[in-house]
């Protein structure tokens, strides 16, 4: 994500330039990071968890039925495709699926030009099972990335991507949420794989559609005379809901507004290449969402139809019929064989999908199941399958539901039609092996790193990871729904009502379940917020008795100490937790940051080096290494390795700035600023880089290297983009005016950089209020002496004395008013 990215205008956050930053400077808040965000305090909370009432699914008459695509195999060969999905979307909360409150105008539309499927069922209710079976052709259970987070699709398994970039297919994927990262093997096949939503920051995790559409249209002119395969993710309408209010839409319908309107960019923009009839576009939600029904909010745990019925509608101009509606029970794995078909491109052997241009052979079977509930809390999985009328699910509680009768699932046959469901069960135990209670376990296939940990805590999954109960130890999902919702509902009183009305709210929920570990965490974080230590320290120590095998607790206790001021304690327990965890990333982090600070440079060096080899996109922790190695002398060490980083990460921001000023440091200023430039030509949104070469352009010793007007434009380019409201920012922007002797520029930036930073209370700003004190001292000294009125520019290079300084009048500088504009908006913003 880039630093102006925002969801509906989110606040700017503010970057620390290097020059900014101090050793041993403010601990890094980690317990966001732990929290399992879907019950953490979130405003709106519980006007954006208005139950709905679930809604039949209804056509539009005037749609063609259909049993099949009416395309002929190879019918479409040589055309491009645009797969689009919807996360988190649900097929009732649709326009052309019934829905008269919705505003998908862009997908209604798709409709009415395509082919829409009524009865499309995702295989997992999350979002890496799902889309690996989108582009597999294969269950989770073939596939085996059977969870978020803790799974990867294997190399082995063949993509869509693989198959049509074998057959000459330009490949690009653009996706908006950590849980598909490049690290989860969906990139396979892919020439361009686009998941920078990152950032350098750990818990930016997403990026909202407005951010992700202009991407991909840059994507579709750059190779719109290729033949083209784009695969575009759209996150939004996954919780939190914070589309913009838009009337007496509910706030999940306002998201899912929100990405088709993005949709309809893309589209737009498809129509207006003149590539309308040869370009397939499939548009598919990877799951559903609660939404109240079962109990259940949001996803994940549960295989209700609320959270696998989606929608799925493909168009290619007039060439699929024009509006038709194939109403037969079909899977996001008949995706992959039926786009293929029409393709005229064979299809690997052994797909679970079937073609959806050809007939139904028989009655159709389609399977899913959910593990996500075991990865995040250690709840029992649940298997399932279902034909076009009869559904059975398999966990601690079988279940067996007529759809042609009860849609919503709401009454369960199992004991009155035991016949029936034996049938079933037959069927899925022909599917899952024999032993169903095995195929609802699986060890996790991919090691994830503490950074990447974060980033899917801060999306609400994980928990902490698979549970070592035993399948007779995992309560059913369903059973802990009115308990995860209690835990939810009691954080966001913090919100509403107040941090001590969430407390009691924790309180009372600790003591009706006290062998809830998730309770007791959360209540240790209220009592810490506070200021009431002494609980909160019993609390954490409650959790890790209830749970031994996670590190939040060990690092809540720790981070407490460290408040506590008992650093040697602090360190104790985060050796603690890295001898559990040696390649936990906060944990290194934290360490050694306090060992630097106690004195221990050599171990604490050598731990925040290996932190920054998991996730050198932190803000903070590149200049702390480059620091403590310069503490130990070894300016040299810390060149190679930040060259190293640099190689294997050039869009991380924060290493160039880090590289950068090791190269100064060394006296390479013009090295030091190639690095800044090719980073800002990379990225340019990336401030910082814009903020750090700056300054080195009016500091470098080298005069000739010096370049004042460069400097003021870009910092003038920064503070207008981010409102004139970043301290750090108008402190650069102060001192580069200094540097062309505008003095009473400088002094009134410097005094509303000095304001912002007073008011935030942050404690970096603290810092910087002191380096801005210093400045203005300057400045006004400099005022005294009359220097505002003259500025010197080096003598010409065929001045009689070399290195003489000419002195020009300041009303004839060039500047042509540079400034007035500036200083407008810094007197209107006070």
């Given at each position: ?19 900014q930053?101090?050793v ?53 060969a040589?055309?491009?495709?645009l ?29 009415r ?17 799902s889309h ?5 052709g294969?269950?989770?259970y ?8 803790l799974?990867?699709?294997d190399?082995?398994y ?5 198959v ?16 598909l ?26 990026r ?14 750059k190779?719109?005379?290729d ?6 993710h ?107 078909a ?8 052994g ?56 849609p919503?699932?709401e ?43 974060a ?9 902490g ?9 995992r ?28 407390t ?38 409650r ?7 996670r ?23 985060y ?23 106690t ?20 803000e ?35 290493i ?5 000023r090791l ?14 430039r ?17 300054f ?10 010096r ?21 750090r920012?108008?402190?650069?922007l102060?001192?580069v ?5 505008r003095?009473d ?8 950089a000095?304001?912002i930073?007073?008011?935030s209370g ?7 209020v ?21 500025r ?5 290079p ?8 000419t ?17 407008d908006?810094?007197?209107d913003?006070?």
């Amino acid at each position: 994500m880039n630093d102006t990215a925002s969801k509906t205008s989110r606040p700017r956050r503010s970057r620390r330039a290097w020059w900014q930053w101090v050793v041993g400077g403010g601990l890094l808040v980690t317990a966001a990071f732990f929290a399992i965000v879907r019950w953490a305090p979130i405003p709106g909370l519980r006007s954006s968890l208005r139950p709905v009432e679930p809604r039949a699914i209804r056509v539009a008459a005037d749609l063609q039925a259909s049993e099949v695509v009416p395309a002929a195999s190879g019918e479409l060969a040589g055309c491009n495709l645009l797969l689009v999905t919807f996360d988190t979307t649900r097929a009732d909360r649709i326009g052309c699926y019934g829905h008269d409150g919705g505003r998908t105008f862009t997908l209604d539309q798709l409709a009415r030009e395509g082919v829409l499927f009524s009865q499309a069922i995702a295989p997992a209710p999350s979002t890496l099972p799902s889309h690996a079976s989108l582009l597999t052709g294969l269950y989770p259970y073939h596939h085996g990335a059977r969870a978020n987070g803790l799974f990867r699709l294997d190399n082995e398994y063949q993509t869509l991507a693989e198959v049509l970039a074998a057959e000459g297919y330009a490949t690009g994927a653009l996706v908006s949420a950590a849980v598909l990262e490049a690290q989860y093997g969906l990139d396979q096949g892919f020439g361009d794989y686009d998941d920078e939503m990152t950032s350098q920051e750990l818990e930016i995790a997403e990026r909202t559609a407005d951010e992700t559409a202009p991407l991909a249209e840059d994507w579709l002119l750059k190779h719109a005379a290729d033949k083209f395969f784009l695969w575009v993710h759209f996150y939004d309408p996954h919780w939190p809901y914070e589309a913009p209010e838009s009337g007496n839409l509910h706030p999940y319908d306002a998201e899912i507004a929100l990405a088709d309107a993005q949709l309809g960019r893309l589209i737009g923009l498809i129509d207006d290449l003149g590539l309308t009839n040869n370009t397939l576009v499939v548009v598919a939600g990877d799951h559903g969402e609660g939404l109240g029904q079962h109990d259940e909010w949001m996803h994940s745990s549960l295989i209700y139809e609320s959270t696998l019925h989606v929608p799925l509608i493909m168009r290619c101009g007039q060439r699929l019929g024009g509006g038709v509606h194939v109403g037969r029970l079909v899977s996001l794995v008949d995706v992959m064989p039926t786009v293929l078909a029409m393709l005229g491109i064979d299809a690997p052997a052994g797909l679970d999908g079937v073609d959806l241009t050809r007939p139904e052979e028989g009655s159709r079977l389609v399977f899913s199941e959910t593990l996500q509930g075991l990865v995040d809390h250690g709840w029992a999985a649940l298997l399932g399958v279902r034909d076009a009328s009869t559904k059975y699910i398999y966990g601690p509680r079988d279940e067996l539901y007529d759809l042609s009768q009860d849609p919503f699932e709401e009454t369960n046959l199992i004991a009155s039609r035991e016949e029936a469901a034996a049938g079933m069960k037959r069927q899925l135990m022909a599917f899952f092996g024999a032993d169903l209670e095995q195929a609802g376990f699986a060890e996790p296939t991919h090691e994830l790193d503490p950074a990447a940990l974060a980033r899917l805590q801060s999306l609400g999954y994980l928990g902490g990871g698979v549970n070592a109960r035993t399948a007779a130890e995992r309560p059913h999902p369903i059973d802990m729904m009115p308990i995860q919702q209690r835990v939810l509902t009691a954080l966001g009183l913090e919100k509403t009502e107040g941090l001590a009305e969430s407390t009691r709210a924790l309180e009372k929920v600790v003591r009706d379940y006290p062998d809830l570990y998730t309770g007791h965490l959360s209540l240790g974080r209220a009592y810490r917020k506070a200021g009431d230590l002494e609980r909160a320290e019993a609390e954490f120590a409650r959790s890790l008795e209830l749970d031994p095998e996670r590190w939040e607790p060990l690092m809540a206790l720790a981070s407490l100490r460290v408040r506590q001021n008992e650093t040697a304690e602090a360190i104790e327990l985060y050796r603690a937790a890295g001898e559990r965890y040696p390649e936990n990333f906060l944990v290194l982090k934290e360490l050694g940051r306090l060992l630097i600070q106690t004195g221990e440079f050599d171990e604490g060096t050598e731990t925040l080096t290996k932190a920054l080899a998991i996730w050198p996109r932190d803000e903070a922790l590149p200049d702390m290494v480059a620091d403590a190695m310069l503490l130990l002398n070894r300016p040299d060490e810390a060149l190679e390795l930040f060259q190293g980083l640099l190689a294997e990460h050039p869009d991380a921001p924060m290493i160039r700035n880090a590289l950068s000023r090791l190269f100064s440091i060394k006296n390479r200023y013009a090295e030091a600023m190639v690095v800044l430039r090719e980073g800002i030509q990379r990225a340019p949104e990336k401030l910082s880089l814009v903020n750090n070469l700056a300054f080195l352009l009016v500091t470098v010793p080298d005069e000739s290297m010096r370049r004042h007007q460069e400097a003021i434009a870009m910092m003038e380019r920064v503070c207008f983009e981010t409102g004139y409201q970043d301290p750090r920012y108008l402190h650069t922007l102060s001192m580069v005016y200094s540097g062309k002797l505008r003095l009473d520029e400088a002094i009134l930036v410097a005094e509303k950089a000095r304001k912002i930073a007073v008011a935030s209370g942050k404690p970096h700003d603290a810092q910087l209020v002191q380096g801005i004190a210093l400045s203005l001292q300057s400045y006004r000294q400099a005022k005294e002496q009359g220097l505002d009125l003259i500025r010197y520019v080096p003598r010409p290079p065929d001045a009689e004395e070399a290195g003489e300084a000419t002195p020009v009048d300041a009303e004839t500088a060039g500047d042509d008013g540079a400034g007035a504009e500036t200083q407008d908006q810094v007197n209107d913003d006070g």
